[in-house]
């Protein structure tokens, strides 16, 4: 993780400055809100910080299980190559949402080929299903594309999908070591070391991506985390038929944690999908209604507004993992009495906070705001 955020960080500024010397710059426009043009280079950083951290721990003798058969390593190496590279022509030179699409399943498609897939799916009340060959690879696809899909979509508001990813790469990566200490997945399991970096990768790109960003980790960052995030996902939820993964919680399964975990960017991606099928206005078209854009129409300014998503984002990620470190039913309610303090601030800090600094509305004009604000993707756009 430490080593993640290090090489992350260091990158920013190179990136920035290739950003400017090629016009690699995100231009303000009709379909974003960003006041000012913008170093557009930011994924690169997050994908250099990745390739180094698991050079590192591919030295670092406690993780030998992780690398003794290493094609999943390098499956997930490629895989993050591709949607990298997919995300990062578009920024580019503005691809079409099929050709993008067509990345992502690739990407998605890598890993069904090193064998990091979704076996085993638990339906809530049915138990586990063990899928056959054909419908664990389309599941594993599908997965992906949605992950990747979600965070592109959130990925509105400085700083916003780099926070959300965070804490939640960081919350299952809690969960999968919980797991690992009680034997419940092999110390060969990838899922867990994939999710810290992807926890390191935002952390150490964050202070240059909250508002006013510096720098935006475009289409190639947000699809780049998504992968990670789906990858650590299948290796963790959907190779175990462990009954601890989801002992405490009856309606829990191991692929519904980060289902939960992440529910602020998938909810926003349901509701943007629904919202466009019932206007009939395809679901790659833009507009400007997710749950940040009415988080500010309320009258909360962009930080208070990221802020108070990375709120939910955590509530919900201690929510998941209370069945995972207590006994049933402890800490429900210290994380209810935070949830209803988080829901106060998010109806009404407007009316009292206007002018706080995370509220103002009065913020200065060069505040930048992320510019994939309105990404070509299918069901995503933010």
């Given at each position: 993780?430490?080593?993640?955020?290090?090489?992350?960080?260091?990158?920013?500024?190179?990136?920035?400055?290739?950003?400017?010397?090629?016009?690699?710059?995100?231009?303000?426009?009709?379909?974003?809100?960003?006041?000012?043009?913008?170093?557009?280079?930011?994924?690169?950083?997050?994908?250099?910080?990745?390739?180094?951290?698991?050079?590192?721990?591919?030295?670092?003798?406690?993780?030998?299980?992780?690398?003794?058969?290493?094609?999943?390593?390098?499956?997930?190496?490629?895989?993050?190559?591709?949607?990298?590279?997919?995300?990062?022509?578009?920024?580019?030179?503005?691809?079409?949402?099929?050709?993008?699409?067509?990345?992502?399943?690739?990407?998605?498609?890598?890993?069904?080929?090193?064998?990091?897939?979704?076996?085993?799916?638990?339906?809530?009340?049915?138990?586990?299903?063990?899928?056959?060959?054909?419908?664990?690879?389309?599941?594993?696809?599908?997965?992906?594309?949605?992950?990747?899909?979600?965070?592109?979509?959130?990925?509105?508001?400085?700083?916003?999908?780099?926070?959300?990813?965070?804490?939640?790469?960081?919350?299952?990566?809690?969960?999968?070591?919980?797991?690992?200490?009680?034997?419940?997945?092999?110390?060969?399991?990838?899922?867990?070391?994939?999710?810290?970096?992807?926890?390191?990768?935002?952390?150490?790109?964050?202070?240059?991506?909250?508002?006013?960003?510096?720098?935006?980790?475009?289409?190639?960052?947000?699809?780049?985390?998504?992968?990670?995030?789906?990858?650590?996902?299948?290796?963790?939820?959907?190779?175990?038929?462990?009954?601890?993964?989801?002992?405490?919680?009856?309606?829990?399964?191991?692929?519904?944690?980060?289902?939960?975990?992440?529910?602020?960017?998938?909810?926003?991606?349901?509701?943007?999908?629904?919202?466009?099928?019932?206007?009939?206005?395809?679901?790659?078209?833009?507009?400007?209604?997710?749950?940040?854009?009415?988080?500010?129409?309320?009258?909360?300014?962009?930080?208070?507004?990221?802020?108070?998503?990375?709120?939910?984002?955590?509530?919900?990620?201690?929510?998941?993992?209370?069945?995972?470190?207590?006994?049933?039913?402890?800490?429900?309610?210290?994380?209810?009495?935070?949830?209803?303090?988080?829901?106060?601030?998010?109806?009404?800090?407007p009316r009292f906070g206007r002018y706080s600094e995370l509220g103002s509305d009065a913020?200065?004009?060069?505040?930048?705001?992320?510019?994939?604000?309105?990404?070509?993707?299918?069901?995503?756009?933010?």
């Open positions: 993780m430490a080593v993640a955020i290090f090489a992350t960080a260091i990158s920013v500024p190179p990136l920035r400055i290739l950003s400017r010397k090629f016009d690699a710059m995100a231009q303000p426009g009709d379909r974003t809100v960003h006041a000012k043009p913008t170093p557009l280079l930011g994924g690169t950083a997050l994908f250099i910080g990745l390739l180094v951290a698991l050079a590192v721990a591919w030295q670092i003798p406690d993780f030998d299980p992780v690398f003794a058969a290493p094609g999943n390593v390098l499956g997930v190496v490629a895989a993050a190559t591709v949607i990298w590279l997919t995300g990062l022509i578009d920024d580019l030179r503005d691809v079409s949402a099929p050709a993008k699409v067509a990345g992502m399943v690739l990407a998605g498609s890598i890993l069904t080929l090193v064998g990091l897939t979704i076996i085993y799916f638990r339906v809530p009340f049915l138990g586990f299903t063990l899928l056959p060959p054909d419908m664990s690879a389309l599941i594993t696809v599908l997965w992906v594309v949605g992950m990747a899909n979600a965070v592109n979509l959130i990925d509105g508001l400085d700083g916003l999908a780099a926070g959300i990813v965070a804490i939640g790469a960081g919350s299952f990566f809690l969960y999968g070591w919980r797991l690992l200490d009680v034997g419940v997945i092999d110390p060969s399991n990838l899922g867990p070391l994939i999710a810290i970096i992807t926890a390191g990768v935002c952390l150490g790109f964050l202070p240059f991506n909250f508002n006013p960003a510096s720098i935006f980790m475009g289409d190639s960052g947000a699809l780049l985390l998504g992968l990670l995030l789906a990858a650590s996902t299948i290796a963790v939820g959907g190779q175990s038929d462990d009954p601890f993964s989801g002992q405490s919680w009856f309606f829990f399964a191991p692929l519904v944690i980060p289902l939960v975990i992440l529910g602020v960017p998938l909810f926003d991606l349901v509701f943007a999908v629904v919202r466009r099928a019932r206007n009939r206005t395809g679901v790659a078209t833009a507009d400007k209604q997710h749950l940040h854009h009415r988080l500010m129409d309320l009258g909360h300014g962009q930080r208070r507004t990221v802020v108070i998503l990375w709120g939910w984002t955590a509530v919900l990620s201690c929510f998941v993992l209370i069945p995972a470190f207590t006994s049933r039913g402890n800490g429900i309610v210290p994380i209810g009495l935070f949830a209803l303090a988080l829901l106060l601030v998010t109806l009404f800090a913020e200065p004009d060069t505040a930048a705001i992320d510019a994939q604000a309105e990404p070509e993707v299918p069901t995503s756009s933010s």
